[in-house]
Every structure is written in structure tokens, then in C-alpha cells.
């Protein structure tokens, strides 16, 4: 491609933007988008980097809802927005990009903006009738815009539990495993105390993070193959009592290192390696579980592996016939 074709290129795309308010607010989105994908990749790649797994819900939600979409792109090239839907959908449009560069700084704010932004162009574009009718398919792309779904997770936690109620829950069942093992050790709170000292279950060594981790995976699992609503929150539950009790060895083991292994042993079961290594075990456990969960669905009916290839990997409620197959139909077994 050489520069006269390029520039005629961006002549084309530059005349089109310009072509219509609804053009130009698409561009203008498409350039608020730019800037907050960055902020985005960056925050997901701060976690991945810090040892977080949480950010496979996030790109697992955007595949669904791409997915359901894209099998309908033809019939929404046909739907067009009523004069009202238009209105409010380019006010709420107009009013996200004039206020996205005033809130640079915070990836949250540029979150909830951005998903406002993509909330008034589909208003503008397809009219409320498309929220109706791709409720799931909405829902799951404004969840996964955020990039720190953990953070906000873990607040919701806290605001429903007592204080440090888990980290007092996993010193407390520590305690039991190492008694068990013939070890003298004393829950007071966060706190384990073992004869020769004490170590605290800080809030990142919980067990919290792989429980979300292991229940946003379960949710993928369930949408994915289409299970029914108990066996979906059946995976839930297994993942989220999983990772939990994975945790417990691993603060019974991060206690003995911390006491009385040296500052070596455990900086190794506490970083990158050592946490691997339960990682490892942990998700052996939950994909066995898994695989059970699936072979049962399978037992009263229809395997969901072969459905879901039938159905091309369709979420839950998006249905293979052609008047329905959307997100908004629920076709639950």
C-alpha cells in the first residue's frame, strides 16, 4: 500500500465521519475508545503481572457477547433506532465524551464512562427494543469493560461480612490443620500463633482472589456450554469451596516457612513459584470436578460439548433457531 492510497483511505473514512451527527459520534467514541483501551490493557496487564487471574472473566465475557452479536450482525444492519431512542441515546452518547477527558486519571471513572458512551450509540443505532432482546449480551460486555472486577468484588464482600471475617476464618481453620498435624497453634483473629512466633493472614493471602478467580471461571463454563441455572450455580459453589480449601495448606505451610524455615523457604511459597505450584494443584481439582459436573448434565439429556458445537458456542439463553437466537430468550435444560 503505498502513501496515495493510504491517504485516499483516510480521505474516504475522514468525509464518512462527517456524513451524519450519528457518524460522527461513532468516530468520536471510536477515539474515546482508543484512549481508555490503553488505561484498560494496562490495568489488565498489572494484574496479570502481579499474579492475578481474574482477568479471564473479563476477556471471557467480551468473546460471549461478541459472539451472540456477530451471529445476528445481518439482522442488525436492519434495525434502526426511533426518533426518541435516537435523542436520548446521542445525549447520553455526547454527554460520556465530553466528560471522559476530565477523568483521566481514574480507570474506574473512564470505565463507567466509556460504558455510558456504548450505551447511547446502541440506543441511537438499534433503539431500546435491543436491550430487551440482547439483555445478556449487554450486560456481560458493560461487566467486563471494567478491568478490575476483583477490586470492586471484594468491596461487596466487605460490605455484607464482618471485618477481616475471612482472613479470621482462614487463620481459624489453619489452626485446626496444623493441630491435626500435631502442631500447637493459636488463632487470635488474622493472627496464627505457633510456639515460635506468629504470622497474619493479610487480606491478599485470603483466599479470596482464586475463590473469584475459580467462580468467574465456573460462570464462563456455565454460559459456555448452556447449563441449566442449578448445575451453573453448582460450579459456583464447587469453585468458590476449592479454592478456599486449597488456601488452608497453603497458610498452614506459609506459617511453618515464616517461623521456622527462614526468609528463603517462604518468599519462595509466597511468590511467583510457590503459588504456581498450588495454582496447580488447585485447578486439577476443580477441572475434575468440572468434568463431573458435565458428565451429570450429560446423563439426563444432551451432552453440553455436543451441544455447544452444534450450537457454535453459543451463551446461555442464545437459542441455534433463527427467531430467537439471542441472548435474550432463555432456553435454559
Known amino acids: 500500500m503505498n502513501l496515495a492510497t ?8 475522514a468525509k464518512a465521519s462527517f456524513s451524519s451527527f450519528h457518524r460522527f459520534l461513532i468516530t468520536m467514541a471510536a477515539i474515546v475508545g482508543l484512549f481508555f483501551s490503553f488505561a484498560w490493557f494496562k490495568q489488565i496487564g498489572i494484574g496479570i503481572w502481579e499474579g492475578q487471574s481474574d482477568s479471564v472473566l473479563n476477556f471471557g465475557l467480551f468473546a460471549l457477547a461478541g459472539v451472540a452479536l456477530w451471529r445476528d450482525r445481518e439482522k442488525l444492519k436492519a434495525v434502526s433506532a426511533e426518533e426518541t431512542d435516537q435523542m436520548l441515546g446521542h445525549c447520553i452518547a455526547v454527554s460520556g465524551i465530553l466528560a471522559f477527558p476530565f477523568v483521566r486519571s481514574s480507570v474506574s471513572l473512564q470505565a463507567v464512562l466509556f460504558a455510558g458512551i456504548l450505551v447511547g450509540l446502541a440506543l441511537s443505532q438499534w433503539g431500546l427494543p435491543f436491550f430487551q432482546r440482547y439483555w445478556g449480551a449487554t450486560l456481560m460486555t458493560l461487566v467486563a469493560i471494567y478491568p478490575n472486577l476483583q477490586f470492586i468484588a471484594i468491596r461487596i ?35 496464627l500463633s505457633l510456639p515460635a512466633g506468629a504470622v497474619e493472614v493479610a487480606p ?8 473469584f478467580t475459580l467462580a468467574g471461571c465456573s460462570l464462563l463454563i456455565g454460559l459456555f456450554f448452556k447449563l441449566s441455572i442449578r448445575h451453573t450455580a453448582l460450579l459456583l459453589l464447587i469453585g468458590i469451596a476449592i479454592a478456599l480449601f486449597f488456601n488452608i495448606p497453603r497458610i498452614m505451610l506459609l506459617a511453618n516457612a515464616s517461623v521456622y524455615w527462614g526468609e528463603d ?66 432456553h435454559y435444560k
Open 6 to 13: 493510504l491517504q485516499s483511505i483516510v480521505a474516504q473514512y
Open 157 to 191: 464482600f466487605r460490605m455484607f461480612t464482618p471485618e477481616l471475617a475471612l482472613e479470621r476464618l482462614m487463620a481459624f481453620l489453619g489452626q485446626y490443620g496444623l493441630m491435626a498435624m500435631g502442631q500447637s497453634a493459636v488463632a487470635q483473629g488474622p493472627y
Open 204 to 211: 491478599g493471602c485470603n483466599g479470596f482472589a482464586m475463590a
Open 265 to 330: 523457604s517462604f518468599e519462595f511459597w509466597h511468590g511467583a513459584w510457590g503459588g504456581q505450584i498450588f495454582a496447580s494443584v488447585m485447578f486439577t481439582a476443580y477441572y475434575y470436578a468440572v468434568m463431573a459436573v458435565l458428565d451429570h448434565e450429560s446423563v439426563a439429556g444432551e451432552s453440553p460439548l455436543q451441544a455447544t458445537a452444534e450450537s457454535e458456542g453459543l451463551p446461555v439463553g442464545a437459542s441455534v433457531n433463527s427467531d430467537a437466537n439471542d441472548l435474550g430468550s432463555k
